[in-house]
């Protein structure tokens, strides 16, 4: 380091000389090292001179780098230039700063779970005010028709419904070849084989076929919904609709949760027939079932009480997904970071949503449609 420093003794008077420029540029990969040799030789030496005029160019990081070595006080003997000593002296009026020092918390579980009860209870309250300002919202619609969002509900209807057909209908069509494939080999093993129709007919219309449909639009609509409140929050779209006196609940969010809760039993429905379609296929293909004896048994093996059961689960996981996407949008902050994490938050929070919906469906309706 003796381009940065020379040091030595006048008499009984050690001295040290800086040279060069104590600059950024200059001590990018320099700084440690050399922080920690200053800081060794002036420990060795409390009496020592420090000579600064052979310093060219002086900035706030060689400044506060020599502070720092200097334990935050000026040393009794200094030369310095006299444009440096004002940068001195302003780090002389500083406060000190106080030491860090870390404790071990061991009440960190229970902060964290504090904190996480006192986010859900936030997202809570805001998801119940939303549905309360979507209630209002209903009222007001039906006292002025005039005033209905016909273009803005036909407009999500079609963007979370129509295009979602292509990716239900191939996923659909998967499982189904999937599960009967699977529950047939199983079921020639007991001879069996005509009970391909209840378990395919039960596990989808009762229970894949909405779960599919609702875990496919909460990632693909739902995701979209997030980001697009967020981009007008990020843009100041939303500030401009309430400065124009439009209610964005009434043109974004509530045309929204109408789309999706109309489009989803759709999409049930769609995705079940689809579902079917692919067990039937494998089914035949293994087992031997023509499709004209399933599509015969399958109303007998399978109540209707299953299918408008599957339907009403659709309706309430769409409006759900719905709310969810729209709340995780409306508290997006105007910065891109948040958009990512809001959108993120909106899919699995929607997600998880759908799965309690399903579990809750299930322990009520448990002995509805068996028979």
Request: hydrophobic share 55%; charged share 10%.
């Given at each position: 380091m003796t381009q940065w420093y020379q040091l030595y003794s006048d008499g009984d008077f050690p001295c040290i000389i800086l040279t060069g420029n104590y600059t950024l540029p200059t001590l990018t990969h320099h700084l440690k090292t050399l922080e920690s040799d200053l800081t060794a030789v002036y420990a060795r030496h409390k009496n020592l001179r420090w000579d600064l005029t052979g310093?060219?160019?002086?900035?706030?990081?060689?400044?506060?780098?020599?502070?720092q070595v200097w334990q935050q006080q000026r040393p009794q003997n200094l030369q310095l230039r006299p444009e440096h000593e004002r940068i001195f002296a302003r780090l002389e009026q500083l406060p000190p700063l106080k030491p860090i020092i870390r404790h071990r918390d061991f009440l960190w579980p229970i902060v964290a779970l504090g904190k996480l009860a006192l986010l859900l209870w936030h997202h809570t309250v805001g998801l119940i005010t939303l549905i309360g300002?979507?209630?209002?919202?209903?009222?007001?619609?039906?006292?002025?028709?005039?005033?209905?969002?016909?273009?803005?509900?036909?407009?999500?209807?079609?963007?979370?419904?129509?295009?979602?057909?292509?990716?239900?209908?191939?996923?659909?069509?998967?499982?189904?070849?999937?599960?009967?494939?699977?529950?047939?080999?199983?079921?020639?093993?007991?001879?069996?084989?005509?009970?391909?129709?209840?378990?395919?007919?039960?596990?989808?219309i009762r229970e894949l076929g909405p779960m599919l449909a609702a875990i496919l639009v909460a990632g693909r609509s739902g995701s979209s919904m997030t980001a697009q409140l967020g981009v007008m929050r990020v843009t100041q779209e939303l500030d401009a609709l309430t400065v124009m006196g439009i209610s964005h609940s009434q043109r974004l969010i509530l045309p929204k949760?109408?789309?999706?809760?109309?489009?989803?039993?759709?999409?049930?429905?769609?995705?079940?027939?689809?579902?079917?379609?692919?067990?039937?296929?494998a089914a035949e293909l293994q087992?031997?079932?023509?499709?004209?004896?399933?599509?015969?048994?399958?109303?007998?093996?399978?109540?209707?009480?299953?299918?408008?059961?599957?339907?009403?689960?659709?309706?309430?996981?769409?409006?759900?997904?719905?709310?969810?996407?729209?709340?995780?949008?409306?508290?997006?902050?105007?910065?891109?970071?948040?958009?990512?994490?809001?959108t993120t938050s909106s899919v699995v929070t929607s997600i998880t949503m759908v799965i309690i919906i399903d579990a809750i469906f299930a322990i009520m309706f448990s002995d509805v449609g068996l028979y």
């Open positions: 310093i060219q160019q002086l900035d706030s990081v060689g400044s506060a780098l020599l502070w300002q979507l209630l209002i919202d209903v009222v007001y619609l039906i006292r002025h028709p005039a005033y209905i969002p016909w273009r803005e509900i036909s407009a999500n209807l079609f963007r979370t419904g129509a295009q979602a057909l292509g990716i239900t209908a191939l996923v659909g069509f998967l499982i189904g070849i999937v599960l009967s494939y699977l529950s047939s080999r199983q079921l020639q093993m007991f001879g069996a084989d005509i009970f391909i129709i209840n378990i395919l007919g039960f596990s989808i949760v109408l789309g999706l809760g109309i489009a989803m039993p759709l999409l049930v429905m769609w995705t079940s027939a689809i579902a079917l379609f692919g067990g039937m296929v087992l031997g079932l023509s499709v004209q004896y399933f599509l015969f048994e399958l109303p007998d093996a399978v109540p209707i009480a299953n299918l408008w059961l599957g339907l009403g689960k659709g309706v309430v996981c769409g409006m759900t997904i719905a709310l969810v996407a729209c709340h995780f949008g409306l508290r997006i902050k105007p910065n891109t970071e948040s958009l990512g994490e809001g």
